[in-house]
């Protein structure tokens, strides 16, 4: 089974951070572009950072949030630092098709950066 998993959101004050995980399983990891894609809750998605041959980022996080692949465990990290009010959303990793979007999706993990 193609499966997504995040973890390790939570509450973090403002200048804070959090490094989140994404366990994949089902499909050859190493062969596929990856993403992290956000949702504030009652707005639309946000992409945030795509780790391929380079890695691509948002210019909302860019300098403060740093995407990265472990292959030989199969997962997807997104390390959050100088966490801002604005980060709050809930963070979605994604199999990345390129122009033709995200396929799979995870069932997200909820940040909330508040003093």
């Known amino acids: 089974e193609v499966q997504l998993v995040e973890s390790g959101g939570g509450l973090v004050q403002p200048g804070g951070s959090l490094r989140l995980s994404c366990a994949a399983s089902?499909?050859?990891?190493?062969?596929?572009?990856m993403a992290w894609v956000r949702q504030v809750p009652g707005k639309g998605l946000e992409w945030v950072s795509t780790a391929s041959t380079y890695t691509y980022y948002a210019d909302s996080v860019k300098g403060r949030f740093t995407i990265s692949t472990d292959n030989a465990k199969n997962t997807l990290y997104l390390q959050m630092d100088s966490l801002e009010s604005e980060d709050t959303a809930l963070y979605y990793c994604a199999r990345d098709q390129g122009r033709d979007g995200m396929d799979i999706w995870g069932n997200g993990t909820l940040v909330t950066v508040s003093s």
């Open positions: 089902g499909f050859t990891f190493n062969n596929f572009a």
